[in-house]
């Protein structure tokens, strides 16, 4: 099992531009998880999908989209990118109730 | 508002010896604790998870505790060496959220 990827592992955008975040489990988990971990920061959840079709806001949504079309898949959306939003994006899979498994990370810089 | 606290925000021990990491929560309605460790530019590794209804988890030299009641929990490393230098992050799932800690950072000199 691959575990969690996610692609690309590192970005430079420009203000205003968009951007996808890619985000595959292997794993069959239901649950998949979007976070950024700002410099010397916890992580904060952006979004969340307890299954295919079924996505909800964390605690940072603004800026951000996500889609669930498939158990695998849980891409993360950038619109209109924005300086604030320069951090590292981490992927998360989990079963219901149980471990959390992250992907290796997206380095995002907005300049 | 769910919040979750880590103290000491970094420590500093010498290899061999015994310390404990802390985590508090602000809201004892939890589904369950997990503690991960993180290296530098790195991801996150699982750790121990603990579910709402138990009180402690152990894997090897790591102990972790919870206390739903006092919104607390505790990470024991016995021993420590050198190679568990990292930062060290609690995260707390909540009915509809899920919540980390900043972390601690801990150095073990040899």
């Known amino acids: 099992n691959a575990g969690v990827t996610q692609t690309p592992k590192f970005r430079i955008l420009k203000i205003g531009q968009s951007m996808t975040l890619q985000c595959t489990q292997d794993?069959?988990?239901?649950?998949m998880y979007w976070y950024r971990q700002d410099p010397g920061m916890g992580l904060k959840l952006i979004y969340y999908s307890v299954g295919a079709g079924i996505t909800d806001k964390g605690e940072v949504p603004n800026g951000y989209n996500v889609s669930r079309s498939t158990t695998e898949d849980f891409p993360l959306r950038l619109e209109l990118a924005a300086p604030s939003q320069t951090s590292v994006y981490f992927c998360?899979?989990?079963?219901?109730?149980?471990?959390?498994?992250f992907g290796p990370g997206t380095r995002l810089l907005v300049l | 508002k769910q919040e979750v606290t880590q103290i000491p925000a970094a420590l500093s021990v010498p290899e061999g010896e015994n310390l404990v990491l802390n985590c508090s929560f602000t809201?004892?309605?939890?589904?369950?604790l997990q503690w991960f460790r993180q290296d530098p530019g790195k991801g996150l590794t699982s750790l121990l998870l603990i579910q709402s209804s138990q009180r402690e988890q152990t894997s090897g030299r790591l102990n972790a505790s919870l206390d739903k009641s006092s919104g607390r929990s505790t990470l024991y490393i016995a021993a420590s060496q050198p190679g568990d230098s990292a930062t060290y992050l609690c995260a707390v799932r909540f009915p509809n959220d899920m919540r980390f800690g900043a972390g601690t950072r801990l150095t073990v000199k040899p």
């Open positions: 794993m069959n988990h239901n649950y």
């Open positions: 998360a899979s989990c079963p219901m109730g149980g471990t959390q498994y």
């Open positions: 809201d004892s309605a939890i589904y369950n």
